[in-house]
């Protein structure tokens, strides 16, 4: 079953511009976390936030987490055309053996 | 350089045949999962194995089926009771601990011919 649902399905902006994503979930978590897909290929690990954070910051990501909205937002910063990917959000429900749920993620696209 | 490959990239299955998909580590990660996705959706777990000789079903485990012999090993096999096995199949790893997130393979894409 898909916990995490991503927001928007799509996303256009150009380059320099900010770019922020939204996930949201049902079900308790351990951390959620965020990945990134280039057309074609495997999925890569971008930031892990635990539930007892509110944000975090990687280079030009910031993640928050509000775990009493079952929501979490991915931004990312003066955007290039190089993250044109899809992005999705993973949780890792409380109490489970580490299966990762997936949402049906954000496409973004960065005009040069 | 310790990774995750997943061989082959593109696979082509006639109606009626079973398909293995591989799927080697090198990160000495406990646990193994695979994953379908299918066009413009998220991924669907298949199976995951935590441990060398022990695996669980996921979500959409029927007409597939895996094996953990080693701990370096988890190939997938789509059997022919898979009625719909077009899709990308991803594969990926984590550390029983898992606070690095998983790794993933670059995945295979099937194509029923």
Same mark, same amino acid.
């Given at each position: 079953?898909? $916990?995490?649902?991503?927001? +928007? $399905?799509?996303?256009?902006? $150009?380059?320099?511009?900010?770019?922020?994503?939204?996930?949201?979930?049902?079900?308790?978590?351990?951390? &959620?976390?965020?990945?990134? $897909?280039n057309s074609g290929r495997g999925l890569v690990h971008?930031?892990?936030? *635990?539930?007892?954070?509110?944000?975090?910051?990687?280079?030009? &990501?910031?993640?928050?987490?509000?775990?009493?909205?079952?929501?979490?937002?991915?931004?990312?910063?003066?955007?290039?055309?190089?993250?044109?990917?899809?992005?999705?959000?993973?949780?890792? +429900?409380?109490?489970?053996? *580490?299966?990762?749920?997936?949402?049906?993620?954000?496409?973004?696209?960065?005009? +040069? | 350089?310790?990774?995750?490959t997943q061989s082959p990239k593109y696979l082509f299955?006639?109606? @009626?045949?079973?398909?293995?998909?591989?799927?080697?580590?090198?990160?000495?990660?406990?646990?193994? =999962?695979?994953?379908?996705?299918?066009?413009?959706?998220?991924? !669907?777990?298949?199976? =995951?194995?935590?441990?060398?000789?022990?695996?669980?079903? @996921?979500?959409?485990?029927? @007409? =597939?089926?895996?094996?953990r012999e080693k701990k370096e090993s988890f190939p997938?096999?789509?059997?022919?009771?898979?009625?719909?096995?077009?899709?990308? =199949?991803?594969?990926?790893?984590?550390? !029983?601990?898992?606070? @690095?997130?998983?790794?993933?393979?670059?995945?295979?894409?099937?194509?029923?011919?």
């Amino acid at each position: 079953s898909q $916990q995490g649902e991503e927001d +928007p $399905q799509a996303l256009s902006i $150009q380059e320099g511009e900010n770019a922020t994503m939204n996930c949201s979930y049902k079900t308790s978590i351990n951390n &959620l976390q965020w990945y990134r $897909q280039n057309s074609g290929r495997g999925l890569v690990h971008l930031i892990l936030i *635990r539930s007892n954070e509110r944000e975090k910051h990687s280079g030009r &990501l910031r993640v928050t987490l509000d775990t009493s909205k079952k929501s979490s937002s991915l931004l990312i910063t003066a955007s290039r055309a190089a993250d044109t990917a899809s992005y999705f959000c993973a949780t890792d +429900p409380s109490g489970s053996a *580490r299966q990762l749920t997936f949402g049906s993620g954000t496409q973004l696209t960065v005009l +040069p | 350089d310790g990774g995750i490959t997943q061989s082959p990239k593109y696979l082509f299955r006639k109606e @009626g045949q079973n398909v293995t998909l591989s799927c080697e580590q090198n990160l000495n990660h406990d646990a193994m =999962y695979w994953y379908r996705q299918d066009p413009g959706q998220g991924l !669907r777990l298949i199976y =995951y194995s935590q441990i060398v000789n022990d695996f669980q079903k @996921g979500d959409i485990a029927e @007409g =597939y089926s895996v094996s953990r012999e080693k701990k370096e090993s988890f190939p997938l096999t789509v059997t022919s009771a898979q009625k719909n096995p077009t899709a990308f =199949y991803l594969c990926a790893s984590s550390s !029983r601990q898992g606070t @690095g997130g998983y790794t993933f393979g670059s995945g295979t894409r099937l194509t029923v011919v």
